[in-house]
């Protein structure tokens, strides 16, 4: 079954930094591309970025909004990604997704909310 | 980027009847090298992730009910709930996932 627990949320004042991780099981990891979704609240689903799997170049993309803020790594070995969030905004305060797949999310996890303010 | 519009922005809907929910694309998103289009549907139900409910336009993912149908190409999309059960309730959102992926804004369903 897989499995994708996101973690690592939680309250940052603007201009702060935050990492999260997302923990996948119950498929090949290191064969899947995954990415990022975002939820502002009660709001609708933003994509946030991608990685590639490290045989397609292992390299990543990311969304205008978050371009230059925001970065994405895995770590194969722990089956494991990161989302690491720098100069937060207020607009950034939403529940964050881990998804596997490389646009078309397959499967999400739970998300962890992150909240940006002062 | 290709943008993602849909409508309508709501509907309430009685116990067994036909829902069709309507997603636009400011450009194709039919890419002819895969002879397919980049489009997926996803179902948000209250205080829940998305789920996702049909790639490739009108690709069933496997699990999902066979009421659940999708149809369209190029711009124009349609998601078609034949029978509309109560566990139906949700927002309905559509997805072009070619390049930098975009979400439609969302629909939601409820019951009348």
């Known amino acids: 079954e897989v499995q994708l627990v996101e973690s690592g949320g939680g309250l940052v004042k603007p201009g702060g930094s935050l990492r999260l991780s997302c923990a996948a099981s119950?498929?090949?990891?290191?064969?899947?591309?995954m990415s990022w979704v975002r939820q502002a609240p009660g709001k609708g689903l933003e994509w946030v970025g991608r990685?590639?799997?490290?045989?397609?170049?292992?390299?990543?993309d990311y969304a205008a909004p978050v371009k230059g803020r925001f970065s994405i790594s895995r770590d194969d070995a722990k089956n494991t990604i990161y989302l690491q969030l720098n100069s937060l905004k207020t607009e950034d305060t939403a529940v964050y997704y881990c998804?596997?797949?490389?646009?078309?999310?397959?499967?999400w996890g739970q998300g962890t909310l992150v909240t940006v303010s002062s | 980027d290709i943008v993602m519009t849909q409508s309508p922005d709501s509907l309430s809907v009685s116990l067994g009847e036909r829902t069709t929910i309507n997603c636009k694309s400011s450009q194709s998103v039919f890419y002819s090298s895969k002879n397919k289009s980049y489009l997926a549907w996803y179902q948000q139900k209250p205080g829940q992730p998305p789920k996702m409910l049909i790639y490739?336009?009108?690709t069933r993912k496997s699990g999902v009910p066979d009421r659940f149908s999708g149809s369209g190409s190029g711009t124009d999309f349609t998601l078609t709930i034949s029978s509309l059960q109560a566990e139906d309730v949700a927002v309905y959102y559509c997805?072009?996932?070619?390049?930098?992926?975009?979400f439609g804004p969302g629909t939601k369903v409820d019951i009348k």
């Open positions: 490739w336009a009108s």
């Open positions: 998804t596997m797949g490389a646009g078309l999310s397959d499967y």
């Open positions: 997805q072009h996932y070619y390049g930098t992926p975009f």
């Open positions: 119950g498929f090949n990891f290191p064969k899947a591309w």
């Open positions: 990685i590639k799997n490290k045989a397609d170049d292992g390299t990543t």
